[in-house]
């Protein structure tokens, strides 16, 4: 009986094996089939022909629909464009100098809810800076929730110089989450 199981396992593994092989040889010998990628097709290949003129640029953008226009392209712009086109629309950008020169391109781009602002509508009774950072709260929710691949919570420190520093800072973080309620990164 042990001698019918071990015929049984070697017949087996030798079908099993011929049945992987013959896959593997099909699957090798099949045309590779070319995927459309949509708008992004092409995206990291190397441009062939020379970048057109600016004014045949200018020409195109008057002439042409498009679903996006992004208005800098600096870090912050070139990002958009990058999300608007893999998402599949039609974008334009423009740019007042050279590309990556602006402001952009020197800020921290942290996104944050704006904790000067709520010290200052707490300390000036201000309803308008408190709105202020109610809707930087909820965009950066927005933010964090429709491009992670873009933003992530960064873990900050904060330096404390004085023993009186800590009750103070302490509050004014806890108001900070308060006011984010279910928008607190956690």
Known sequence: MASHGRRLAKYGLAAAGAIGG?????????????????????INSRPTAPLPSRKEQIDRLKSED???????????????????VSRGLKTAMVELDDFSSGTSSRSTKLIHGGVRYLQKAIMKLDYEQYKMVKEALHERANLLEIAPHLSFPLPIMLPVYRWWQVPYFWAGIKAYDLVSGGECLK
């Not at 896959?23 to 092409?42: C, E, H, M, N, R």
């Not at 498009?66 to 608007?84: E, N």
């Open 66 to 84: 498009y679903d996006v226009l992004i208005i800098g392209g600096g870090a912050t712009g070139s990002g958009c464009a990058l999300d608007a």
């Open 22 to 42: 013959g896959a593997i040889l099909y699957s090798s010998l099949q045309t590779p089939k070319k995927f459309k990628l949509g708008a992004a097709d092409g």
